[in-house]
């Protein structure tokens, strides 16, 4: 098995006073060449949204985007006629295709909203774009990691066009769960939100990651409560 840490506070960062942003990955005005991507996953930004403020309409293609709610909601709006709030449970996944403009807003005037925005590439390029968004059991999450974003169909999981795929859970102390890579040529992004988990000889703590390749599956244990978030990507 061959582990890349990446710790949390090696992370870039930007200070926007409504935006605070830490990027796994080199985005916008970061640049890290060791940092650019791992196979198809190439931005996991871990955002803390102001009250009342948000990012305007603005568009992207050909990336699959998906959103994670940590804390408060997001409201969206795009382009496809899609309006909607996001809240604490629920994910987003879009798939961007041939081109898409949106919007997402923290909706409320006191609270902050804490996300994970995450893009991978595409298995296709310039498809219609899709949206959808889901509310997750989190009984259902107690001491495994469910499939919660996928392009393999009648999992329960939002759809996307990529060979990804994105489990998440949370584990008590001392639990563990195994992931089966679906291919020889994948990777897995394991992406610690909260606690304390091991993979391997490795150990790591809040929003820091292990990028895991080389291997047929990866055993993740937490030494105490932990929320994981692990994003399998084809590497090639």
């Known amino acids: 098995m061959a582990i890349e840490i990446h710790r ?4 870039g960062a930007s200070e926007l006073g409504w935006l605070h942003s830490r990027f796994s990955f080199s985005f916008a005005n970061y640049r890290n060449p060791k940092r650019m991507g791992f196979g198809a996953l190439r931005v996991l930004n871990d955002d803390i949204i102001e009250a009342g403020a948000g990012f ?4 992207h293609s050909n990336f699959e985007i998906v959103t994670i709610v940590l804390e408060g909601a997001v409201e969206h709006q795009d382009s496809m006629g899609n309006k909607g709030t996001i809240h604490l449970g629920e994910i987003q996944a879009m798939s961007a295709g041939s081109g898409i403009t949106h919007s997402e807003f923290n909706p409320s005037e006191e609270e902050k909203t804490k996300l ?6 595409p298995s296709e390029l310039n498809i219609t774009p899709t949206y959808s968004q889901k509310k997750f059991s989190q009984s259902k999450m107690k001491n495994k990691l469910v499939e919660v974003v996928s392009d393999r169909k009648g999992r329960g999981a939002l759809q996307i066009h990529s060979g990804s795929r994105f489990l998440l859970g949370n584990l008590d102390a ?13 990777g897995l992004f394991v992406f610690a939100i909260e606690g304390e988990v091991r993979v391997g000889d490795v ?3 809040p929003r820091d990651a292990a990028a895991i390749t080389q291997e047929k599956q990866a055993r993740i244990t937490a030494l105490k409560k932990s929320k994981v978030l692990a994003i399998e990507v084809p590497l090639e």
């Not at 305007?56 to 568009?59: A, S």
């Open 8 to 11: 949390a506070l090696e992370r």
């Open 56 to 59: 305007d309409m603005h568009p």
């Open 116 to 121: 994970l925005q995450i893009w991978v590439a």
């Open 174 to 186: 001392k639990k563990s769960s195994t992931i089966k890579f679906s291919s020889q040529n994948h």
């Open 203 to 205: 150990v790591f703590g």
